[in-house]
């Protein structure tokens, strides 16, 4: 992909000043889209797809194909929106860095006021398509304000710089708390540390930032219930626990993931298939269209099945550290190392919790888990990475062509 | 200057950053190999495992109950069968939690009852011990009118204090049902279910109160046998009725109700400790297992094996009708053949029933009968009077109906006193007293004692049986009058050589269980120097630390009865069997049939045959003896020539019953026993018989509680019954005496 110049012959004349430059090609600019990119997010869509074609028949009466529909629906809109994103010059964006994140402060507020309430919190607002989750969209946008608030204060790294990253990062942890929804906040806090990381921060400043974590979990978790103040439900705490003792209690929480387990456990190497899928069939998995989509796959399609789905994370992540390291500025790595991380974070956490080793926290696998905000947003944040990685290619394209000193 | 290369002019990647991408790079390969082997593991290493678990997600099994086989007798009629009824059952732990607590409450009430009652019979038995005869002592000596005035005082007083406590060891104080709880979800229930099948709330709630205390685990069946229409009602509207199921369940029938009823036992849902047992290691929870007798015995072969309805079902419990199931039906119990004979029981049953009500002017209420093979242990009949409709206990029972059965004014129905009471067995003992002298040697076929009617001992003089005195008497003759005198005499000189009668009675199968297929069988006691000894040095211990004098009532109520050491007047009473002698009807008939058959201790067993549902023998129950007891030929044939001229010869204790049957062909070998139990109380009746016969060869043994003399009421029951299985006409035992 890399364009080879021929090299100026030794003791030819230099261009004379009175010729015109060499033409741009604009042609050439909409091809620098990286192919294993689309690759990796278009195959996931897929996978979804299929997931949900056998998972979810019976889930709307009449209307079999009712999930699998929207989501590819999303899926379609989802990479327009990524080619639409992957044209614009992300370094654009910095200039935007504060109105960004006072959008992101207002949306995730608004739903604390308007949103409707599910399962005992607030996450969406209803739009006439879809429900809307701006804590989804926040993710991206807070990579943003951060990456542009971070490449301001490039100039004197020290640790008023971090600490005032942490606190402007913080606020949206807080808001997304208290929806409440301690998944998303979590995946917030990652993303935080990710672009600290990618600009530089000293790795004292994590050990402090670190220890302060601990101590305020440990606070949040201690002393509201004394004062009688409610920051965690005794849910949240309890989804934490049960994965460390998963069969205690086959009723809720530990049930679920024994449920799926279960599911994926029995797929063996090449999967039950559709028809023998009892699992999903007879809806002992729970959330299988959501949160718990990755045990369809693996009880449906088996090992082969999980290995593809994760070959495809596993591209999608490499790509996007890849375009971290070729970034044309440290914005565009900071938004691709937020990105990135993030997304990795979510895949983790997703697969684990499916698998038994990671606590239920409620975070969808990304372009895999039926919803529009949370598809939508990783298309979002894939186009982002398209554009850092197009600006590069053509940055790159343009000083080979037009060699500076 | 050269320009410079491509490479060189990309844009500039710090050596930190780099190594921060690398760290990155790092942690995702550790993230992505941490779930790829874990799914490697679950999937591929463990992946049948959980195949295994997601089969089992998703069918369950409902098992189907399997109906029991059915019993029957010798000649394969019915005896006990199984049909299906609807019922409705309550599933006490979906009830609201105030049901089950009221029950918790009545249970402990109920158990404080019973512990009450049990410390009152205790004091009662020890209590009558005292006043039994032997332990009176004549007083030699005048008394004054002074004395005498306190003595009756005293006596009332005992007297008294032996009504009140005989009042509180027949029947635990009644323990109220505590009411209705106040739940509201629970009346409700309980006053719908009511109208649903027209039974009154209270009792309602009674039944699953005392079946919730009965059986904890079990579901309580609150009627029987409703009308289709009252079980489609409730089937319909189950969302309505939580907890309560109308089902069908197989019922027990007895066709012939109250005959051999104490034998078959009762069926019900194996309890939690019952599970624990080797013998009933397959058996699921819920099933009906036997819970006595003959149900319980051979519960093995009766209880069938349960089928299945394998059904899918999703995860929120429904069945899954669409999907295939697959069905194993229940397979019925194997039928078990019984040795017993209906027509023989019936015949035993009627005649100890006309024997009693003739002599219930002596207070006779109840008494038991056994026939047996004398050869091979095969029970012929085995019953006890008073009996009960067995399929009162294939319905759910009331307390106060089995209040009725257990107490004793009624003369407590449910208890089989063929196997389960022990009395003493008065002259019928005598054989075994005869047997034992003749083989230690203390007498010869031919020793004369002279019975002149009264016999010393110290300062005791005990007499025979109406003052009868029979001159010099041998051994043979001694047995056909039934001389008291001369078998005293052997119980004397037995007493210097020891333990001898004892040794030969426990040797004929006495003061143990006889090992009968039934379960609940009493082991009986025959006294000796050692019990009686133990037992009154505890006594003497016990009244010491409780600071009462020896034969005193206090030390009487502390330490029980056993108030005075052994004397050879233990021995004499033994002899005859009277005193501490405790034998069940049972026993003696084991001991009649070894002394017949030549030594051979039997085992008596009910259970002949198990045959599967076609009539095919499924398997023998095999003829067992316990072990043989050695004895001389000669010895046992003056025995028995005692016996049959008892039950035969002109002037025999029973001969005016039995006399006949010598015209028919059949020798009796018979012996009275008249047991005294106690002053102004009426004696128990005994009867025990061998009959020789190349292929009914049988041996019967009767008593009757305060039944009067054995020849006269229990000897015409063992005449119906020989009469009836040698196929003889019933009016031989009627027929006048015929002397020569």
Redesign the interface.
Same mark, same amino acid.
């Given at each position: 992909m #890399?364009p080879?110049?021929t &090299?100026?012959p &030794?003791g030819a004349a230099i261009q004379p000043l009175n010729e015109p430059p060499p033409e741009l090609s604009a042609r050439e600019w909409h091809l620098r889209i990286d192919p294993l990119l689309v690759i990796a997010t278009v195959g996931l869509v897929c996978c979804s797809l299929a997931a949900l074609f056998v998972s979810t028949q019976d889930d709307v009466p009449g209307q079999p194909h009712y999930y699998v529909v929207r989501q590819g629906i999303y899926g379609v809109v989802g990479v327009c929106l990524m080619y639409g994103v992957s044209r614009i010059d992300y370094s654009r964006l910095r200039q935007f860095t504060y109105p960004l994140y006072g959008v992101m402060l207002s949306s995730i507020a608004l739903v604390l006021v308007l949103g409707s309430v599910a399962r005992g919190s607030r996450r969406w607002i209803e739009l006439p398509f879809f429900n809307f989750q701006p804590s989804e969209l926040g993710k991206l946008l807070l990579v943003l304000s951060l990456a542009g608030f971070m490449v301001n204060r490039m100039r004197t790294f020290d640790r008023q710089t971090t600490a005032r990253a942490v606190l402007i990062g913080l606020v949206p942890v807080l808001l997304v708390l208290a929806q409440p929804d301690l998944g998303t906040s979590l995946v917030y806090v990652v993303g935080i540390a990710?672009i600290l990381?990618?600009a530089?921060a000293p790795v004292r400043h994590f050990a402090v930032l670190g220890a302060l974590a601990a101590v305020a979990a440990s606070l949040a978790i201690v002393v509201p219930p004394m004062v009688g103040v409610t920051v965690f439900h005794s849910y949240q705490l309890q989804r934490l626990t049960s994965f460390i003792q998963p069969s205690s209690d086959p009723s809720d929480a530990g049930y679920q993931q024994a449920?799926s387990?279960?599911?994926?456990?029995?797929?063996?190497?090449t999967g039950?298939g559709v028809e023998d899928s009892?699992?999903v069939g *007879?809806?002992?998995l729970p959330e299988h269209h959501t949160d718990f989509i990755f045990a369809v796959v693996?009880?449906t399609y =088996?090992?082969a099945g999980?290995?593809l789905v *994760?070959s495809l994370?596993?591209l999608l992540?490499?790509r996007g550290?890849h375009i *971290?390291?070729?970034?044309?500025?440290l914005y565009g790595?900071l938004i691709a190392?937020g990105i990135?991380?993030m997304l *990795?974070f979510q895949?983790?956490v997703n697969? =684990?919790m499916t698998? =038994?080793?990671m606590p239920i926290t409620g975070i969808p696998a990304p372009l895999l888990s039926y919803g529009g905000s949370s598809m939508l947003v990783t298309f979002l944040s894939v186009g982002l990475l398209q554009s850092v990685h197009a600006q590069?290619r053509e940055? #790159?394209a343009r000083? =080979?062509r037009a &060699?500076?000193? | 200057m050269? $320009? $410079?290369?491509?490479e060189q002019?990309? $844009?500039a990647?710090?050596p930190?950053?780099?190594v921060? /991408?690398a /760290?990155?790079?790092g942690?995702?390969l550790v993230?992505?190999s941490? /779930?790829?082997f874990?799914?490697?593991f679950?999937?591929?290493l463990?992946? %049948? %495992?959980? /195949?295994s678990?997601?089969?089992e997600?998703?069918v369950r099994k409902v098992r189907i109950e399997a109906p029991r086989g059915d019993i029957v007798d010798r000649n394969e009629r019915p005896l006990v069968q199984t049909r299906e009824a609807p019922v409705v059952q309550i599933v006490p732990s979906a009830l609201p939690e105030a049901a089950r607590e009221a029950a918790a409450k009545y249970s402990m009430a109920r158990s404080k009852a019973e512990r009450k009652r049990l410390e009152a019979e205790d004091l009662l038995e020890d209590f009558d011990q005292q006043h039994r005869p032997t332990a009176r002592r004549a007083s030699p000596r005048k008394e004054s009118a002074g004395e005498r005035r306190d003595r009756k005082l005293e006596q009332r007083a005992v007297r008294q204090r032996r009504e009140k406590l005989k009042k509180a060891a027949v029947q635990a104080q009644p323990v109220a049902i505590p009411p209705v709880p106040s739940d509201q979800k629970l009346r409700s229930l309980y006053s719908r279910l009511s109208k649903a099948i027209g039974l009154p709330v209270t009792r309602i709630h009674e039944r699953v109160t005392e079946g919730i205390a009965d059986a904890p685990y079990a579901n309580v069946t609150l009627k029987t046998d409703i009308s289709r229409e009252q079980y489609n009602f409730l089937y319909e509207r189950r969302e309505q009725f939580p907890g309560v199921e109308p089902t069908s369940l197989y019922l027990r029938d007895y066709p012939h109700e109250t005959i051999a009823a104490h034998l078959f036992g009762t069926i019900g849902e194996i309890s939690p400790e019952e599970q624990k047992l080797e013998r009933y290691r397959d058996v699921a929870a819920g099933t009906r297992v036997g819970k006595d007798g003959i149900e319980e015995s051979y519960d093995d072969y009766l209880r069938g094996t349960p089928g299945y309805d394998k059904v899918?079902?999703?995860?929120?419990g429904d069945r899954?009708e669409r999907r295939r199931v697959t069905r194993r039906e229940p397979r019925q119990g194997n039928r078990l053949r019984l040795t017993l004979d209906l027509e023989l029981e019936k015949t035993a049953n009627d005649a100890i029933q006309r024997a009693i009500s003739a002599a219930a002017v002596n207070g006779a209420k109840a008494g038991a009968y056994v026939a047996m093979n004398p050869e091979n242990g095969e029970v012929y009949a085995l019953g006890s009077y008073p009996s009960f409709d067995a399929n009162l206990f294939a319905k759910p029972l009331s307390e106060s109906t089995y209040r009725a059965l257990t107490s004793k004014a009624n003369g407590e129905p449910l208890l089989n006193r063929a196997i389960s009471a022990t009395y003493s067995s008065g002259s019928t003992f005598k054989p075994i007293t005869a047997l034992a002298a003749l083989e230690e040697g203390i007498i010869e076929p031919g020793t004369v004692i002279n019975d002149t009617g009264a016999f010393r001992l110290g300062n005791q003089t005990r007499y025979n049986a109406k003052k009868a005195r029979f001159g010099p008497v041998a051994l043979s003759s001694a047995m056909k009058v039934s001389s008291d005198v001369f078998f005293y005499q052997l119980g004397a000189w037995a007493n210097d050589d020891g333990a001898i009668i004892q040794q030969w009675a426990r040797q004929l199968g006495l003061g143990r269980t006889t090992g009968i297929d039934l379960p609940g069988e009493f082991p009986g006691l025959i006294p000796d120097r050692r019990w009686r000894d133990d037992g009154y040095r505890k006594y003497r211990a016990c009244a010491k630390k409780a600071g009462a004098a020896i034969g005193s009532t206090e030390a009487l109520y502390a330490c029980g009865g056993i108030e005075r050491p052994w004397s050879v007047g233990d021995n004499v009473s033994l002899a005859i069997g009277q005193g501490d002698v405790q034998t069940t009807p049972l026993q003696m008939a084991v001991a009649y049939a070894a002394i017949g058959n030549g030594g051979r201790v039997v085992l008596p067993h009910l259970g002949m045959k198990v045959e599967n549902g076609a009539g095919q023998i499924v398997e023998e129950l095999p003829d067992r003896s316990r072990r043989n007891v050695a004895f001389a030929d000669e010895h046992r044939s003056v025995i028995l020539d005692g016996l049959r001229r008892a039950a035969m010869e002109p002037g025999g204790t029973s001969a005016h019953i039995f006399g006949a049957f010598a015209a028919e062909g059949l020798t009796i070998y018979g012996k009275t026993g008249t047991v005294e139990t106690g002053p102004g109380r009426p004696d128990q009746a005994w009867y025990a018989a061998y009959v020789p016969h190349s292929t009914r060869p049988m041996v019967v043994v009767v008593t009757v509680e305060s039944g009067g003399f054995g020849a006269e009421t229990a000897a015409p029951v063992a005449c119906s019954m020989v009469a009836k299985w040698f196929r003889k006409s019933q009016q031989l035992c009627r027929a006048p005496v015929v002397t020569g």
């Open positions: #890399v080879v110049d &090299p100026t &030794p990710a990381f990618v530089g449920q387990k279960i599911a994926i456990g029995s797929g063996e190497k039950r009892t699992q *007879l809806e002992f693996g009880e =088996g090992f999980c290995a *994760l994370y596993a992540i490499w550290l *971290l390291t070729i970034a044309k500025n790595a190392g990135t991380v *990795l895949i983790f697969i =684990g698998v =038994g080793i590069a940055t #790159v000083k =080979g &060699p500076l000193f | 050269m $320009p $410079p290369n491509f002019r990309r $844009p990647i710090t930190q950053l780099a921060r /991408v /760290v990155l790079g942690i995702a993230a992505f941490i /779930v790829f874990r799914l490697w679950l999937q591929v463990t992946g %049948e %495992e959980y /195949v678990q997601a089969r997600n998703r899918v079902i999703d995860a929120f899954d």
